[in-house]
């Protein structure tokens, strides 16, 4: 595997004295070149259908830190958008999108096959992306797993407990289930397109996982993330892919080998010592330190890395936090994380 890129080697299984790092959100608001391309587009969504300044946001944590890989600057909620549902952000506030609780809503939605018309800016960024990332550096698209964008698509928001996708799927599990297989249908052809334009490695994002319990878990958090598993291996093989069931506890033993997946991102809920046993047996694990330490920064901070690397040091690893950086990180915490990773 010598002369691979340092993050495909860890996805292929390889351990490494030192793991590659990249970051969740590493291109966003804490970086004060981010905000000066943010403004420049005009708002987040302009921002995400601008090929050359979204290419530009995803390269500037690469110049400045030199990160093993980048993410592509999009979104999870596109794919709502793609199928027909309104999207808009609210500064402060997060994200707003038209309801979907009654079948009459749903029959609103386009098929998964109209999605690209709306997508393929995204898809012209990931291809100027293959051509401008430095050689070393892997290049990572990503979509929300349909569990997740359900939640955001039945509530129109952001919740805190999921608790109107979870109505949903009680009192009228045949619409939900419908729209989960409508989402996980366009999800698979959005990714495809991905990879078809350069990406590298995809990662399913799933950070409502853990509000699924038993068996909902194995059906709506597992099942479509071993779906969209399969039909990407089968289109293109050697891809690999992360999933991220973010707050699944115990269920991220054997979460691997039940999905097909070639890498579990771990929150930063897991104890490393723990997943190392009970997760990183099945392969390369990716984590999972807490976010705050990007604001707090200082020996918490070193200790914290140094705990992490030692506990995953002897399997496949790939170093990020356990969540997305948030906007009141310090940039020079970031940096200490990683000359704490690389050196010691
Ligand atoms: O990681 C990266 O650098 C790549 C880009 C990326 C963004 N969102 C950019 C973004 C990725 C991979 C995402 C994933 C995403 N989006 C998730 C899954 C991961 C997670 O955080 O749990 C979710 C749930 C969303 C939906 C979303 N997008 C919300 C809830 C919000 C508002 C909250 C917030 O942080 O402001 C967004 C906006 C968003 N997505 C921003 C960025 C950089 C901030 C937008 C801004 O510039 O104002």
Same mark, same amino acid.
């Given at each position: 595997?010598?002369?691979?890129?340092?993050?495909?080697?860890?996805?292929?299984?390889?351990? +490494?004295?030192?793991?590659?790092?990249?970051?969740?959100?590493?291109?966003?608001?804490?970086?004060?070149?981010?905000?000066?391309?943010?403004?420049?587009?005009?708002?987040?969504?302009?921002?995400?259908?601008?090929?050359?300044?979204?290419?530009?946001?995803?390269?500037?944590?690469?110049?400045?830190?030199?990160?093993?890989?980048?993410?592509?600057?999009? &979104?999870?909620?596109?794919?709502?958008?793609?199928?027909?549902?309104?999207?808009?952000?609210?500064?402060?506030?997060?994200?707003?999108?038209?309801?979907?609780?009654?079948?009459?809503?749903?029959?609103?939605?386009?098929?998964?096959?109209?999605?690209?018309?709306?997508?393929?800016?995204?898809?012209?960024?990931?291809?100027?992306?293959?051509?401008?990332?430095?050689?070393?550096?892997?290049?990572?698209?990503?979509?929300?797993?349909?569990?997740?964008?359900?939640?955001?698509?039945?509530?129109?928001?952001?919740?805190?407990?999921?608790?109107?996708?979870?109505?949903?799927?009680?009192?009228?599990?045949?619409?939900?289930?419908?729209?989960?297989?409508?989402?996980?249908?366009?999800?698979?052809?959005?990714?495809?397109?991905?990879?078809?334009?350069?990406?590298?490695?995809?990662?399913?994002?799933?950070?409502?996982?853990?509000?699924?319990?038993?068996?909902?878990?194995?059906?709506?958090?597992?099942?479509?993330?071993? +779906?969209?598993?399969?039909?990407?291996?089968?289109?293109?093989?050697?891809?690999?892919?992360?999933?991220?069931?973010?707050?699944?506890?115990?269920?991220?033993?054997?979460?691997?080998?039940?999905?097909?997946?070639?890498?579990?991102?771990? &929150?930063?809920?897991?104890?490393?010592?723990?997943?190392?046993?009970?997760?990183?047996? &099945?392969?390369?694990? +990716?984590?999972?330190?807490?976010?705050?330490?990007?604001?707090?920064?200082? +020996?918490?901070?070193? &200790?914290?890395?140094?705990?992490?690397?030692?506990?995953?040091?002897?399997?496949?690893?790939?170093?990020?936090?356990?969540?997305?950086?948030?906007?009141?990180?310090?940039?020079?915490?970031?940096?200490?994380?990683?000359?704490?990773?690389?050196?010691?």
């Amino acid at each position: 595997m010598a002369g691979q890129k340092k993050l495909l080697r860890a996805l292929a299984g390889e351990t +490494q004295d030192v793991p590659p790092i990249w970051m969740m959100r590493q291109a966003g608001r804490y970086l004060p070149e981010y905000r000066a391309t943010r403004a420049e587009a005009g708002d987040f969504l302009s921002l995400c259908y601008n090929p050359e300044l979204a290419a530009e946001v995803t390269l500037q944590p690469i110049r400045r830190y030199g990160f093993d890989a980048a993410i592509l600057f999009a &979104d999870i909620l596109l794919i709502p958008q793609a199928l027909g549902a309104d999207l808009w952000f609210v500064t402060g506030e997060g994200p707003r999108l038209s309801t979907i609780t009654t079948e009459s809503d749903f029959a609103k939605l386009g098929p998964a096959s109209d999605i690209h018309e709306t997508l393929n800016p995204i898809y012209e960024t990931v291809r100027i992306l293959s051509r401008e990332l430095p050689a070393e550096t892997t290049l990572i698209g990503f979509a929300g797993a349909p569990w997740t964008v359900a939640t955001y698509m039945i509530a129109g928001r952001g919740t805190p407990d999921q608790g109107p996708a979870h109505a949903l799927r009680m009192e009228n599990t045949a619409l939900f289930e419908t729209l989960l297989a409508r989402i996980t249908e366009a999800t698979i052809d959005y990714l495809s397109k991905q990879i078809e334009a350069g990406a590298e490695v995809v990662k399913i994002f799933d950070s409502w996982a853990g509000s699924l319990k038993g068996e909902a878990f194995q059906k709506y958090a597992l099942e479509p993330c071993r +779906q969209i598993t399969a039909a990407l291996k089968e289109r293109h093989p050697g891809i690999p892919v992360i999933g991220f069931p973010r707050e699944a506890g115990e269920k991220y033993t054997g979460f691997a080998k039940a999905t097909g997946i070639d890498c579990v991102a771990l &929150d930063n809920s897991v104890d490393p010592a723990w997943a190392a046993a009970h997760v990183q047996v &099945d392969g390369c694990v +990716q984590g999972n330190l807490a976010s705050r330490h990007m604001v707090s920064g200082g +020996q918490d901070l070193v &200790d914290d890395t140094r705990r992490i690397v030692e506990a995953f040091r002897n399997g496949p690893h790939i170093f990020n936090l356990g969540h997305g950086i948030t906007p009141d990180a310090d940039p020079a915490n970031v940096q200490l994380m990683i000359d704490t990773v690389r050196n010691g």
